[in-house]
């Protein structure tokens, strides 16, 4: 800087000199400094908008381009302040952004700047978003006619209609219309006639809504649940109806309404954030007892009504495993179950064999678990589904495990058990080994 000052003060001398000696004709000194009049300031993104319950796995945000943008920054807190705010991207190009570190069912309030080279704008105006707690659906045995076999069924999450494959129909094609983004599919017997019954959770109000077989398919809806609360339907109290039920992953909390108590809800504190609700009837009384899965550790905990809610437990799985419990063995009780997608390798602890575990070799990267007893024999069978190309397989117990395929679906629709659509015949019996990895 010193050198800077003084060639200034060397050039502010020579040209005053000559210009002393040339005042008569006038001064013929040229600028030597241009000054840039351009603004150094850039604007505040607009139309911030976060998406709200939409997604199982991330908050959405998208925003306006700015001019001479070259990158944008995203800034989220859990309350509208942007003095705590916290930057949450590096320098994006792009003007959106899946905010996937966000905890399922907490509201963030969001905000971005644009970044350019001379400097950062200030915040854009705020939008709150959040993602739901839980997934497409839920475990369910998806027997739609009450035949005791699972039917193929379909979700397609853009339009909330439901496709179904009827096994007592010779797999004929029926289908409705409940739900759509944001819902999550909540299938059950909730009016207890036997067969399972289309129903959808929305996380966003708390609001359920069903289809009734019983009452010729009329739709009914009820306000249990809200932000923050995945739904865990079961039949809790062993009348044969589904229940309502929400599990709070935050405080671990579970809440019933129990459809033999007038609805009246029961609760209880078991869980805590990364572990997974797998409901079932682990002990054969009727009754779907709370459960829980760790995939970090591979820890399962179940709450045994059969004996008084005491907790048991078994270390079983671990990342990458993901929970298909099931009643494999047809004993009554659910067996703790796992699939690994990478390898295609189901793992079942068989309650009816002291809990030895079996393993069967099949699915593969892309194809997900659809298990059920599709051919009514009581015991659950091995399935899965490839999105991709609407293929199923299914590996039927009362035929030693033979193969069965069908192709319904295609992408965008999702089956239900973990999720189901529209075209195709019936599983067909084949003696392929199985989806191509």
């Not at 059920?372 to 659950?380: A, L, M």
Request: with cysteine; hydrophobic share 30%.
């Amino acid at each position: 800087m010193k050198t800077t000052w003084i060639n200034l003060m060397i050039s502010a001398v020579i040209i005053l000199g000559t210009g002393a000696a040339r005042a008569a004709t006038g001064w013929g000194v040229s600028p030597i400094f241009t000054l840039d009049t351009r603004s150094s300031s850039i604007s505040a993104p607009a139309g911030l908008t976060a998406s709200k319950g939409t997604f199982s796995d991330k908050v959405a945000l998208t925003w306006n381009a700015v001019t001479n943008a070259t990158g944008y920054q995203v800034w989220r807190y859990t309350a509208n302040d942007t003095t705590s705010a916290a930057q949450v991207t590096n320098s994006l190009t792009t003007t959106n952004f899946d905010d996937q570190s966000a905890s399922g069912g907490q509201t963030y309030y969001y905000w971005v700047k644009a970044v350019n080279s001379s400097g950062t704008s200030t915040f854009s105006t705020v939008d709150s978003g959040w993602r739901r707690s839980a997934g497409l659906t839920y475990y369910s045995d998806a027997d739609m006619d009450g035949d005791g076999k699972m039917d193929l069924v379909l979700y397609d999450r853009a339009t909330g209609t439901w496709y179904v494959k009827l096994s007592a129909s010779g797999y004929g094609l029926a289908s409705a219309i409940l739900g759509g983004p944001g819902y999550t599919v909540v299938p059950g017997d909730y009016d207890g006639d036997g067969k399972t019954d289309p129903a959808v959770y929305e996380e966003a109000t708390g609001t359920w809504t069903f289809m009734l077989s019983a009452s010729g398919y009329a739709t009914v809806s009820i306000s249990f649940g809200g932000p923050g609360y995945m739904p865990v339907p079961g039949d809790f109290d062993g009348d044969h109806k589904t229940d309502p039920a929400v599990y709070q992953e935050s405080s671990g909390n579970w809440y019933v309404e129990l459809s033999s108590y007038n609805y009246g809800i029961a609760t209880a504190n078991f869980g805590a954030p990364g572990y997974t609700p797998v409901q079932r009837d682990y002990d054969g009384d009727g009754k779907t007892d709370p459960a829980l899965y760790q995939e970090t550790t591979g820890n399962w905990y179940v709450m045994l009504s059969g004996m008084g809610y005491g907790i048991a437990s078994a270390n079983f799985g671990g990342s990458g495993y993901a929970p298909v419990p099931g009643d494999y063995d047809g004993d009554g009780k659910s067996d703790p179950a796992l699939y690994q997608e990478s390898s295609g390798n189901w793992y079942v602890m068989l309650s009816a064999s002291g809990y030895g575990i079996a393993t069967a070799q099949f699915g593969g990267p892309g194809y997900s678990p659809v298990p059920g007893d599709f051919d009514g024999d009581h015991k659950t069978d091995p399935g899965v589904y490839r999105e991709s190309t609407g293929d199923w397989y299914v590996m039927l117990s009362s035929y030693g495990y033979g193969m069965a395929t069908t192709q319904f679906g295609g992408p965008g629709y999702g089956p239900v058990w973990l999720n189901p659509v529209e075209c195709g015949s019936g599983l067909t019996l084949t003696d392929s080994a199985g989806p191509v990895q």
